[in-house]
């Protein structure tokens, strides 16, 4: 493989010891973790634009938190609905979508 | 909070499901999350460069995986042992460790 060109980062509260018992965990961050997998792949930028879910971002009550790099952009309180603007927009487009951001 | 200037991921093998069954965490992974944190703490700027778990990274076959970013250096098999030398020369000095990195 290549390096990714982009790489999203989703809490998903994995703790180092296996638990999942945080914010983000609890607000459905699993199921937007596979949600934006699938959308990459429908697109076919899988290759180019990597997924990875994390352990804990810090800043709980704004989860689920997304960081998106190299840009280091943070967004927060991202659902599944919010994951097709943030490709279409951010990912594909390059202008990231100001309304999640958490840093302005 | 403010973002981080430097994002340290370390590749724990956290599956989405709870589970920590890959070949990072295999070799040690959680230790080296532990010790780069400690690291940073000591060196009094953990308030810059943050650590973070992550799910897997792919390329397993050169765990540990470590990420930084924004830069998006990749290294491998990365031990306890060279966790000051990637502080000293890339974090705190601005030079990549080479003989780490999987992709040059």
Chains 1, 2 share one sequence.
């Not at 937007?32 to 990875?52: A, Y």
């Not at 599944?80 to 603007?85: K, P």
């Not at 990912?91 to 951001?101: F, Q, Y």
Request: charged residues 30%.
């Amino acid at each position: 493989m290549d390096k990714p060109k982009k790489h999203i980062f989703v809490c998903s509260s994995s703790r180092i010891n296996g638990q999942q018992k945080g914010f983000c965990h609890s607000k459905d961050s699993v199921n937007l973790v596979e949600t934006f997998m699938e959308e990459l792949m429908d697109r076919g930028i899988s290759g180019e634009v990597m997924v990875t879910n994390t352990g804990c971002l810090a800043i709980c009550e704004k989860g689920p938190i997304v960081i998106v790099y190299p840009e280091n952009i943070w967004y927060g309180n991202v659902s599944d609905d919010d994951v097709e603007e943030i490709l279409d927009e951010h990912i594909e487009g390059g202008k990231p979508v100001e309304r999640l951001m958490i840093f302005k």
